[in-house]
């Protein structure tokens, strides 16, 4: 098998992957970045538009 098959092959599998992680809420002092979806603390909120927030590493 080539390098590009086993690539297709590995993504092919990839795919079917489920991960089953509980999860916290989002607390009072986080917010969910718009760009990445991870929940950080307010102190790193840039920037918001609306109900959209966005975390200091995304908009650098």
């Known amino acids: 098998m080539t390098t590009i098959g ?6 092919v599998a990839a795919r079917h992957v489920a991960f ?15 760009s990445c ?3 950080q603390h307010r102190s790193q909120l840039t920037r918001q538009a609306g109900a959209m927030g966005y975390g200091t590493e995304c908009e650098s």
């Open 6 to 11: 086993r690539a297709q092959s590995m993504s």
């Open 20 to 34: 089953s992680v509980p999860g916290a809420p989002e607390q009072v002092d986080e917010f969910t970045c718009c």
């Open 37 to 39: 979806l991870l929940a």
